[in-house]
């Protein structure tokens, strides 16, 4: 068995003014149910590749406003033998149509993978066009909050919901997490 070693192989980068660095994401990502994917083909470079099982769909979430998908991060948690990542995704459902309750049972009950296009991916060599930031790829992302407010401006009523993946052995990146066409 080798032993890891974790050695830094190149210069930490300040503020390069050619190619700045950019906070947050894009409005439109996307949710897989985390049973629908056939494989995950994790490679160098922190890269991941989703491939669906025949027959099953991605789904597209739009989160509006100025600071969407406001509060999602990746957070390392001191661990006694090895650091590992927890990752968190914030969710705010506007829309509630008749099938919503459906969907509400399924969003707290199940089991996802997400990719958020994040601001600025493709402006260093680390991630070499892959500028989707991948949630769930290993543990999966669990609901382990969700709120209403019926007064709230910033939800319009609607449903904040929190995802949560913990243990995960590193961040991971996508270059295009749409596998095929979504819905």
């Known amino acids: 068995m080798a032993i890891c070693d974790f050695l830094i192989t190149r210069a930490i980068q300040g503020y390069d003014c050619d190619s700045p660095a950019l906070k947050g994401a894009q409005s439109m990502g996307y949710l897989y149910n985390r049973s629908d994917i056939a494989s995950i083909n994790k490679h160098t470079h922190f890269c991941v590749d989703l491939t669906l099982k ?15 998908w406001n509060g999602t991060q990746q957070e390392m948690v001191e661990g006694t033998n090895q650091n590992t990542i927890t990752n968190t995704l914030q969710v705010v459902v506007l829309k509630q149509d008749e099938d919503w309750a459906a969907q509400l049972f399924a969003l707290l009950n199940g089991e996802f993978v997400a990719a958020i296009k994040i601001n ?51 961040i991971w990146y996508s270059q295009d997490p749409t596998i095929e066409s979504p819905t």
């Open 54 to 68: 025949d027959g099953a769909t991605v789904y597209r979430v739009y989160q509006s406003g100025k600071q969407p």
């Open 120 to 170: 600025g991916g493709k402006s260093t060599d680390f991630f070499q066009g892959h500028d989707w930031v991948v949630l769930g790829s290993e543990a999966g992302l669990h609901c382990t909050g969700a709120v209403r407010e019926l007064y709230n401006d910033d939800t319009l009523a609607g449903w904040q919901l929190t995802f949560v993946e913990e243990g995960a052995s590193r």
